[in-house]
Each structure stands twice: as structure tokens, then as C-alpha cells.
């Protein structure tokens, strides 16, 4: 008797939906790469997911499959590189030595990455809210950096016993030289994310079930999410933050260019995380309900008449 009354409460309390949500929210890099002040990017992610949820009373099950693009910026700041040891070939001062320094003011550098996301999530409803947490597959589909700085050049001669010379535009110093690093191909590692979304479903709910069982079959849901990755995304690279001219030449812009700092030796150490913050909203489209199961509604019946 025990099991063909679970079996018609199961048939009547397991409902499945078809999911498609959107998420829009700030989307962020956290890193520790020495001599950087800042220790987290920042920027905006939006994402679109289709998914299935099966809903059993309170308990809630979903899988979800998506695409998730975010744009965040590493403030960088100031940095500096040397071009040591270097020899004066003007007809005057020719022969001595100095060390070519280059400034960098204004560094920021920019990463887009386009993700695939597979959550699964577990969770519950009660009235008209809900909460979600679990685990999100995070792979990098298409990631791209471009970095951008202010560069001035000065002229230090103090391995020769001369006095530090900032500005000697014959000489190849300058100042306010704006330099810029074209997007390029950006490899991140798989990441896996952990996940929390909590909000509000706008829906009637029946009352007196125990269950608060939407009473329309499909519905909006609004809820705030947070994801922060747990493993470390940074594939090393060997490249300096600035790559110099392999000389000195009274031309001191010709041969520069910078490099994200994710592929440099500075951050070869250095752990990156994701993380997003926002906002989620979902439609749930309501499945057709398989029909109560006959043999187990005609066996109760069966059963029924025989007790009276």
C-alpha cells in the first residue's frame, strides 16, 4: 500500500521546466603579481543559458549550458625597465655609459574572454523565493588583451660619474610617448567556479500543498548570483612588461612594445581567479506532466475496493 501511494505522490509532485536566463553583472580578475598596487581588475560580464530544471516539492535541480563573454581592465600603474650599461655614440660626449630608463605611467591593460559555462546547481523554493549553489564548468572559448601606457625615457650616466639626465631629445629621451599593444590571443586555463544565486519568483503559489507549488506553468524569476573561480587560470608566460631595443639608438621610441602583464615573467607566480557579481533573470517554460502512472492507479483502485 506504502509503495503505490509514493508512487502517485511522485507522479504528481515532480514537475520539469526548460530554463533561459540572461545575467548581466561586474566582472572581475584577481591576481597577486608583485610590484602591482592593485590586486583585482575591474570591469562587466553578460551571459545567456539554456538549461533544464526539475523541481521536487521544495527541492530544486538544475543544468544549465552557456555562453558568458566579460571585459576587465588591470590597472597596472607605474613601472619602470633598464636598458643597462649602455655606450653615448654622440661626436661629444661618445664613450660614456648609461642606463636608458624607461617610465611607464598610465599602464592598463585589457582582457575580453568569451566562455563556455556548465552549472549544476541544487537548491529549494519557499513561497516566492528561492536559492541555488553549486559548481560552474568555466572554459575559455576566445580570450583577448591589448595594454596601453604613457612612456617617458630618460638618461641615467651615473656608471660613468655623470649627473642623471632626464630630458636630452638628442640623445634619445622623451617624454609622454603613448604606446599600445594591438590585440593578441590570450590562453586561460579550465576553470571551476563556485556558485550562489538567491531571489524572488513571480508566480502565484498554491497554498495548503506544504509544497508552494507555482500555480502558472511558466514564470520569471529575478535573482542576485556570485561566481568566483577556485583554480588558478594564469598560464605563465616569459615575455618583460615592456620589451626594450637590444641597443641604444638616438631614435629611443623605435622598438617598443608592451605586454600584458598575464604573459609576463612578473606574473609567472602569480595565482589569477575570476569572479562575477550581478544580476539573473530566468523564464521557466514548464514541461508537459506524464500522466499519473495506470497501473499504479488501478492497482490502488483495485485495492481500495477490497478493503470496503
Avoid at 571585459?71 to 607605474?78: D, F, M, R, Y
Avoid at 661618445?94 to 574572454?113: A, L, P, W
Avoid at 541544487?122 to 601606457?149: E, Q, T, W
Wanted: proline letters at 4%.
Amino acid at each position: 500500500m506504502f509503495s503505490l501511494l509514493l508512487c502517485l505522490s511522485l507522479s504528481a509532485q515532480v514537475k520539469n521546466y526548460i530554463t533561459l536566463s540572461g545575467q548581466i553583472g561586474e566582472a572581475s580578475y584577481l591576481y597577486n603579481i608583485p610590484d602591482i598596487d592593485s590586486k583585482i581588475s575591474g570591469g562587466a560580464g553578460l551571459g545567456l543559458n539554456v538549461g533544464y530544471e526539475m523541481r521536487y516539492g521544495a527541492f530544486l535541480l538544475d543544468v544549465a549550458a552557456g555562453l558568458n563573454v566579460t571585459h576587465s581592465i588591470v590597472n597596472v600603474g607605474a613601472m619602470n625597465q633598464v636598458l643597462e650599461n649602455q655606450v653615448d655614440d654622440d661626436p661629444i660626449s661618445g664613450g660614456d655609459i648609461f642606463n636608458y630608463i624607461y617610465n611607464q605611467t598610465g599602464r592598463k591593460d585589457s582582457y575580453t574572454n568569451l566562455s563556455l559555462q556548465v552549472p549544476v546547481m541544487i537548491g529549494a523554493a519557499a513561497k516566492h523565493f528561492y536559492f541555488l549553489a553549486g559548481v560552474k564548468l568555466d572554459m575559455s572559448l576566445l580570450a583577448r588583451a591589448s595594454a596601453k601606457a604613457v612612456i617617458d625615457a630618460e638618461l641615467d650616466y651615473s656608471p660613468s660619474g655623470l649627473d642623471h639626465t632626464p630630458v636630452m631629445p638628442n640623445h634619445g629621451s622623451f617624454n609622454n610617448y603613448q604606446v599600445r599593444q594591438d590585440p593578441v590571443k590570450v590562453e586561460f586555463k579550465p576553470q571551476i567556479m563556485a556558485s550562489a544565486e538567491i531571489g524572488y519568483r513571480f508566480v502565484e503559489t498554491a497554498s495548503g500543498t506544504g509544497w508552494d507549488v507555482p500555480k502558472e506553468k511558466n514564470y520569471w524569476r529575478l535573482g542576485l548570483f556570485f561566481d568566483y573561480g577556485l583554480l588558478n587560470m594564469n598560464k605563465p608566460g616569459d615575455n618583460e612588461n615592456i620589451t626594450l631595443p637590444k641597443s641604444y639608438s638616438a631614435d629611443g621610441m623605435q622598438d617598443i612594445t608592451i605586454n600584458h602583464i598575464f604573459s609576463t615573467k612578473l606574473a609567472a607566480d602569480s595565482r589569477v581567479n575570476n569572479m562575477m557579481i550581478g544580476l539573473k533573470a530566468t523564464y521557466l517554460f514548464q514541461l508537459p506532466q506524464k500522466r499519473a502512472c495506470t497501473v499504479c492507479r488501478d492497482a490502488y483502485r483495485a485495492h481500495s475496493g477490497r478493503r470496503r
